[in-house]
């Protein structure tokens, strides 16, 4: 089973600021089968970037999925007061397995 | 519309069972690739993915829950259904269903439903 390690924990930044969050797996995710999510409060995840760097549906190209093999980045270019929640990053096409990482909180500084 | 409701007990007690039902519209479970797993995410924690379901009935699990876990599907009601075993406090948590619409390996969920909190107390 795939491990997905995120960092930071806590990203604390103002809007308007660029924010980088880490992706980290414990081996090669086969063919950068990655995908990112945002999870506000009180609401489901949703869907933000799938295949590493293909943005979902409706999804604002501030918003962009990078990186391949272990090591893996979304960035948010310039942060919208709506951006801050909590991103998950999770793997799947290695084995039927499906994982998650434990989360990255984007909070206003 | 594509739309998942999930839903079932909000209480449930200690060595229970719980099962959970997930009604969906605006797709077909029997269309090829598409899917329906079950996610779960403890209060303030992460998100952990617990079963899946295909359009061809195969069902894979979890490794650490495997053995309290079933689920299946009733294509004509358009719903999917999680028995979850032996229930304990530590399994209190708010449980999604979501959808894969697209065929494996590209299993990532692009629609969840809003999710139900189920509370294990005595």
Known sequence: EIVLTQSPGTLSLSPGERATLSCRAS??????????YQQKPGQAPRLLIYGASSRATGIPDRFSGSGSGTDFTLTISRLEPEDFAVYYCQQYGSSPLLTFGQ???VEIK | QVTLRESGPALVK????????????GFSLSTSGMCVSWIRQPPGKA???LALIDWDDDKYYSTSLKTRLTISKDTS???VVLTMTNMDPVDTATYYCARISSSWPNWY???WGRGTLVTVSS
């Open chain 2, 77 to 79: 009601k358009n719903q």
């Open chain 2, 14 to 25: 200690p060595t229970q069972t719980l099962t959970l039902t997930c009604t969906f519209s």
């Open chain 2, 109 to 111: 969920f692009d629609l």
């Open chain 2, 47 to 49: 998100l952990e993915w």
């Open chain 1, 103 to 105: 989360g990255t909180k």
């Open chain 1, 27 to 36: 081996q090669s995710v086969s063919s950068s089968y990655l995908a990112w």
